[in-house]
Structure formats: structure tokens, C-alpha cells
């Protein structure tokens, strides 16, 4: 089962940042995997996602590791329930940036936008990287990747935000991620929950889209300013 913890600060979260960053390892004596970590432009959260067997194995992990950062504040927990990847194109834009979009709906209308999102027809200059619904945070969760701001706009404005039911819709570009375990067990585990029908063989796909080693250097050429990284 997918968790994202989010980490809030006292006042500085570039301190929870460092400590997930230098702290947080693969470690197979936990009950939990921790997979990665991203920071979003205008979240005021660094975001953990957890792989864990059963939900009380998340509490380790709270009470435990993060205590050890006393500039936490508070944290959280949001599990994804049935999360839906997606290949990413080999094939795409020289400039591609990664995005969150929060979506908030009536839950009379939850499966409808969660079925759009899953069955869109995405163009050339954007694709899905996941879908979920995330309860307990926002309504319905998604990263993508886009070529501009503007085109991310646009998708909302025309695909999300004029689904019945929506009543708010909000997207963060992501500026700063940290891989914790192996790039090939990250793939693994997200085949798993590939969407079902999806054309793209493995071959196709860009497996280290993502998971660039320089981070700093890639943000940089594809659109970051220095102060956001």
C-alpha cells in the first residue's frame, strides 16, 4: 500500500528537507519502504511516499524516525487507494517538467473525474506519470509532467476544472526530489500498478525520467531558478 507523509516545518523547511535527505536510507529491518521524497513549489510540506505491507507499520516511521527532526512541526498521512501509473514516453518534449495537481470534488463525482483522468487522451507535450485517489489530503492526486506552466494550465482549465462535480483543482511544480531506493525496485514496484491496456512497451519508456542523479542540474535546464533549488 502507497502513503505519502507530509512533513510540515516550525518555520524553516529546508531543515526537514536536509534531514530527509541525509537521514532517510533504504533499510530492510523497517516494516515500510521508503521510495521517495519531493518538494513542491508553493506546498509549505516536503512529501515521503511509504510502501507498507499493512497500515499500522506506518507508525514506526512517525513515531520513530521523523521525531528525530525537531524542526517538524507536524505531519500528514495520506494513503493512495487504487493508484494508477503510467509509462513514460521515451518520446517527448527536449524541455519536461514534473507537476502535481490536487483536485478536491464532491464524492458523488470522485470516480467520474478519477476515470477521466485514467482514459484522457494526453498530448505530445503532456503525460501522466500517476493517478489516485488520496482521501484524507485532497480528493484525487496526480503527477504529470508538462512542457510549460502554460500547458499545465490549460489542461486544467479544459480537462479537470469544467468536470461536474469539481470544486477546486490546483497544480505545484515539482522542484526537488530524493530518490531512497534502488531505481530498479522503484520501476518494479510501480509495473505493478501500471494501468491496465497501456500500449507502451517497456522498451518505450524512459525508466530514469524521474530519477536523474544530478537533480540541482536538471531542474536548472529545465526551467528552475537557483532560489527554488
Known sequence: MLMIVRLYPKTDLSRVWNYI???????????????????????????????????????????????????????????LLKPVFFRIPKRKPEIIQRYLIRIFAHPLYYKKVYNHLIKYKYPFNLFPIYVSYSLGGEDIIMNLAADSKETVKKFLREQIRTLDGVDQSNYYQVFRAKRFTPLKKLVNEQEKLLLKGDKKSIEDADLEFDWVEDFEKYAMITGAFSRDI
Not at 535527505?21 to 516536503?46: C, F, H, R, W
Not at 515521503?48 to 521525531?67: C, G, Q, Y
Open 21 to 79: 535527505e541525509n537521514e532517510i536510507k533504504e533499510d530492510p529491518t523497517k516494516p515500510y519502504t521508503a521510495l521517495y521524497a519531493s518538494q513542491s513549489e508553493g506546498m509549505m510540506n516536503v512529501g515521503i511516499i511509504l510502501d507498507v505491507n499493512k497500515l499500522n507499520d506506518i507508525a514506526s516511521f512517525l513515531t520513530e524516525d521523523i521525531v528525530k527532526c525537531d524542526e517538524i512541526h507536524h505531519t500528514k498521512t495520506v494513503p
